[in-house]
């Protein structure tokens, strides 16, 4: 099911869901930040396009998520608006006001401008380390309004349905929203960085139980993983997980050397292995979350 609009694009789809019905298993996974459609309106208005778009992007991870839900039964939420225009993973009073031409400083009723906002990562991006400001100009609100319109808000909605819908089939859902990072140091030694990085927004997003048997997995693998640090999940979590509701989510982060080549630019030798992790990930997880639904259900109630 293609949905949303991208500003821009002629009839370009925001975001596609790939779905079986019924669902074979409790688990969706959701890919907000590889979305590679861009506008031509969008791209000139950018200082550096392709700069940018390397480092926004979570590069072809996208690839990644259709790989594990075609072998795993998944559902899949993927999508195709780029982060550049606006982040799905950011709450809409994530905004820097400052990038509005003709708003005020925040809208009435919204709160000031959030911590990432001001470091440059908010609803819209604004600047990046390394490439400093990504635009030659301030946007309008009814530029805004438009992205939050087509993009954001339907995205969202079709995010928590498909989730009800799987709640409604097997008493809980789980969320599975993925992500990519850049290396977080070496990749060799004693203190060799992580390949991955699981986030419950600090045990508040996911049943310990669940989390436990995603390390378990990794572990298995042999595969080097951290727990919310760097990235402890985000807007997505905070919106849809709520374990007392029997909606579980798990923020999983892949370092992009793990998958993609040298330069980090395109699929690598690496990318199949990658899969099958998440390939195993899932299924460990889909058999743990189906035997336990009916329990946390009852222990919430």
Known sequence: MDSGTIPGAGESPAFSLFRRDPSPIPVLIAVPHAGRTYPAELLGQMRDPAGAALKLEDRYVDLVGQAVAARSGAGLLVAHAPRAMIDLNRAPEEMDWEMVADARDARPGEPATARRARGGLGLVPRRL?????????????????????????????????????????????LLLDLHSMPPLGPKRGVHASADFVVGDRFGSSCDGLLCAAAFDHFAASGRRVAHNR???????????????RGAHGLQIEICRSAYLDGALREPGAGFDAVAEVLVGLVRRLASEFAGQAGAMRQAAE
């Not at 760097?230 to 007392?244: E, F, I, T």
């Open 129 to 173: 380390p390394g490439l400093g400001e990504i635009w030659k100009r301030r946007m309008t609100e009814a530029e805004l309004d438009a992205r939050l319109a087509g993009i954001h808000t339907p995205y969202h909605e079709a995010l928590a349905g498909e989730l009800g819908a799987i709640r409604a089939r097997w008493g809980a859902a």
């Open 230 to 244: 760097p990235y402890a999940g985000g807007y997505a979590l905070d919106r849809h997980a709520a374990p007392a």
